[in-house]
């Protein structure tokens, strides 16, 4: 087990009284007082009741999911090609656009984070295409910061060619993204099999756009020639985007320019079958979804490519096109934003968790319907992942109201985890419920990694030179293993009765004793970011039986204790995905402070003040309706690319948090103001949750 041994008492420590409780305060604890298990139980309270009022009628969570700015300008760029002029949609996009420009004239991709240089093109692009000045204050600064960070030729490939529709560019210095590629066979080192499912789902439809090459005029003053670049700024761009120094990236450039030159010849004689290829294709992942993968990137390239493919604009699937796209804005009175996707899946697995783990009976109406409209999600038809999974049949949960085509891992785990803990009053629901739980445990553990981890999407997608081709500087190419997936599987599967024994279980231990950094720390790819990882590897080891008290993961502790902010929360900004030297560093978060909440009592860290200084810094920060609020972001997307907002964070987290927290305090023999305070049923239900049997 790579050093990691097994405990056969997998419980909670109990907190001797005094030491954390009524010991000497923490140094960063804003309040040196005791933590009055009234006082937790009020708030654990607000926060129950407030999630409660957040379901809907149908049974689902579902909130806001906030994205880069650049989805704004992007959407204008979409509503101008499909005819919109200068509506009144489109200049309360714009206003939120100049909303979040940075003081200094750039836009970023998250909050309080550097200008973006894509980001910051698109953004002055739209807004000069809409009747900005160019010599207007807002648009110096933006002009200038752009050019600081290289101009047009900074940009990523994808940035490149939305520029080259509105011929802002020109379409032979963008990335070849040839349709054949879709005719290559699958045993064929490069497919659209071998890149991940996100990108696979973008360069479809961006194979046909690149094919035909199409041009949107826009008037001569909207044109932005003044962002060209310049000097060193363009050529350090030019060496990044094309991999220079590194063998792959020479291959693909001189693969790039013998396919621009076949182009130029007009050697395709297989392009007629491609396109054909390329839009069926499309076609057959557009049925149960909403949308190409039901996300914002692939909708708009498939809207675009269907008009190239000649599709009129009343077209009824270019129409229902349109209104997936509709549905996902964000009406804010003047202004208006556009969500990436919609998260209910995970929102409402997520929600039933915590409600669950604040002692909401397992045989809750509130649970009941909740649970029902989760097997109604459940993935029963095969798509993209069949074609490496071993599963002998489909399985398994997708994010959005409805993407068949792709389940993922991440919310297949959390899935099976509460439907594992919910009960049905009717037998016919039950049964159903264990079906369902069968077949996506099938498909879960048939999507395990060789090297023992989980990925997001696809098996064994992992080949780090396809990182290197040259449309492929988004930073998502490839989907390997993830630790924080990887944690969420392992408890998953220990809830399930898995036996610790188990090879997938020891398989996945492996891989995260391998993955787990010096300082006792663990990636999170899917938010942020070591807090985020670290929490998930733990608990996932915790369910595993690994004993997390002992000497290898006091350095954790540690870690969490030396990262505590002076308000005694925690805090980790996008940025340290980045510069690794800023991990667990930013402002506090009331989700952060949650998840460092629950690793600390994972390690068993229950002396120590700074778990009495989180739960102080929750409960002294919760607003009167039980939510908390957060102004930084705490998602991801793609690391240094794209980051997100969940709404919800802020509320299902926290309260997790608070049920761990109350369990603790129930647990301490020694206090029995605690105990008399906490009603007992709270802690006989999911008692057992995030811990071993």
């Not at 002009?143 to 990523?156: D, F, V, Y």
């Not at 939305?162 to 590629?181: M, T």
């Not at 080949?463 to 500087?473: G, R």
Request: charged content about 25%; proline content about 6%; aromatic content about 10%.
């Amino acid at each position: 087990m790579d050093g990691y041994s097994i405990s056969g008492n997998n419980h909670h420590s109990a907190l001797s009284s005094g030491a954390a409780l009524n010991g000497a305060p923490h140094p960063k604890s804003r309040d040196s007082s005791p933590i009055e298990a009234s006082r937790l139980e009020a708030a654990l309270e607000a926060a129950r009741a407030r999630l409660l009022s957040l379901q809907h009628p149908e049974g689902f969570w579902c909130g806001e999911l906030e994205g880069s700015p650049i989805l704004q300008s992007e959407y204008i760029l979409l509503l101008y090609y499909v005819g919109e002029r200068r509506s009144e949609r489109m200049s309360r996009l714009a206003a939120s656009l100049r909303n979040v420009q940075r003081s200094e004239g750039g836009w970023a991709s998250y909050p309080g984070g550097p200008a973006d240089v894509s980001t910051s093109v698109k953004a002055y692009f739209v807004l000069k295409l809409l009747g900005d000045s160019p010599d207007e204050p807002h648009m110096v600064r933006a002009r200038e910061e752009i050019l600081k960070l290289g101009g047009i030729a900074a940009t990523n490939s994808f940035t490149r060619i939305y520029l080259s529709i509105f011929g802002q560019w020109d379409w032979a210095r963008c990335p070849a993204v040839p349709p054949e590629v879709i005719l290559l066979p699958e045993r064929f080192p490069l497919n659209i099999y071998t890149m991940s499912s996100w990108s696979r789902s973008i360069v479809v439809p961006l194979s046909i756009i690149w094919a035909f090459r199409p041009v949107c005029d826009v008037p001569p003053e909207a044109g932005i020639g003044e962002l060209t670049g310049r000097g060193e700024a363009r050529r350090t761009a030019r060496k990044a985007r094309w991999g220079k120094g590194t063998f792959w990236g020479r291959i693909f450039r001189l693969v790039d320019h013998g396919l621009k030159a076949v182009e130029k010849l007009r050697l395709t004689p297989l392009r007629s079958k491609a396109l054909e290829e390329a839009e069926n294709w499309i076609l057959e992942r557009l049925a149960h979804s909403d949308g190409l993968g039901a996300i914002f990137p692939p909708i708009i390239n498939s809207i675009i490519a269907f008009r190239c493919l000649g599709y009129p604009p009343e077209h009824p699937r270019l129409q229902a096109l349109l209104h997936e796209l509709e549905k996902l804005e964000v009406d804010e009175g003047g202004e208006m934003k556009i969500q990436p996707c919609f998260s209910p899946v995970w929102d409402t697995a997520n929600a039933m968790t915590a409600l669950l783990d604040a002692g909401l009976p397992p045989d809750d109406a509130a649970m009941q319907r909740a649970a029902r409209w989760l097997l109604d999600k459940e993935v029963r038809r095969p798509g993209d992942w069949k074609r490496w999974y071993f599963a002998d049949r489909p399985g398994g949960w997708f994010f959005e109201f409805a993407n068949e085509h792709y389940p993922d891992a991440d919310d297949t785990a959390e899935v099976l985890c509460v439907l594992s803990r919910v009960r049905f009053d009717d037998p016919a629901d039950e049964a159903r419920r264990k079906a369902a739980i069968s077949r996506g445990l099938g498909w879960q553990l048939a999507c395990q990694n060789r090297d023992g981890g989980w990925p997001a999407f696809d098996k064994d997608c992992d080949d780090e030179y396809l990182t290197f081709v040259p449309f492929a500087d988004h930073n998502a190419m490839i989907d390997p293993s993830c630790c924080d997936i990887t944690g969420r599987t392992l408890h998953a599967l220990r809830e399930l009765g898995f036996d610790r024994d188990a090879v997938s279980i020891r398989h996945a231990v492996a891989y995260l004793a391998a993955t787990r950094e010096d300082d006792g720390t663990w990636y999170g790819r899917w938010g942020c970011n070591y807090i985020y990882g670290t929490w998930l590897a733990l608990r996932g080891l915790r369910a595993a039986g690994i004993d997390l008290a002992g000497e290898r993961f006091r350095n954790a502790a540690a870690w969490f204790e030396g990262k505590q902010n002076d308000d005694g929360g925690w805090g980790e900004s996008p940025e340290s995905y980045d510069l690794p030297g800023r991990k667990g560093l930013g402002p506090s978060t009331a989700s952060q402070t949650a998840w460092a909440l629950m690793a600390l009592m994972d390690l068993e860290a229950t002396q120590s003040p700074a778990l009495k200084a989180g739960l102080d810094y929750l409960l002294r920060t919760q607003n009167p309706d039980g939510e908390w609020h957060e102004e930084a972001w705490t998602g991801t997307g793609f690391p240094r690319v794209f980051y997100l907002k969940y709404h919800m964070y802020a509320l299902y987290f926290p309260l997790m948090a608070l049920a761990h927290c109350r369990r603790w305090l129930a647990d301490d023999d020694h206090n029995e103001a605690a105990r008399k305070c906490i009603p007992a049923a709270a802690t006989a239900v999911g008692s057992d949750h995030c811990q071993g049997p």
